[in-house]
């Protein structure tokens, strides 16, 4: 069964860190591109960053280039998502999703990624 489970929002505030989990199943791991999306209420859907287990290339949206880190564990199969020096403008619900195109690292587009967890909310307070 395919199953992308999203853990770590919360409310913080501006200057705060929270880090996000997503805890993929039903896959190979290793052949995943796995990414980190956020939506804010009236905003589309954007690619924050994603990571392909294949290469170990990775994709930053410029807004968070310096302040967010995406991990992968393999051995946990497991992605995170270190997020340092948060902003209210970070304020959105995240979403982790996954692709078997190798292509998808490349600009984050969301329209690549196949399968999609539920979100998890994050609220940065001013």
């Known amino acids: 069964e395919v199953q992308l489970v999203e853990s770590g929002g919360g409310l913080v505030q501006a200057g705060g860190s929270l880090r996000l989990s997503c805890a993929v199943s039903g896959f190979a791991f290793g052949d995943l591109v796995i990414g980190w999306f956020r939506q804010a209420p009236g905003k589309e859907r954007e690619g924050v960053s994603c990571?392909?287990?294949?290469?170990?290339?990775?994709y930053y949206t410029h807004s968070v280039k310096g302040r967010f880190t995406i991990s992968s564990d393999n051995a946990r199969n497991t992605v995170y998502l270190q997020m340092n020096s948060l902003k209210p403008e970070d304020t959105a619900t995240y979403y982790c999703a996954v692709t078997q195109d190798p292509g998808a690292v490349v600009d984050g587009n969301p329209k690549e990624f196949d399968y999609w967890g539920r979100g998890t909310q994050v609220t940065v307070s001013s």
């Open positions: 990571v392909s287990n294949l290469d170990g290339d990775k």
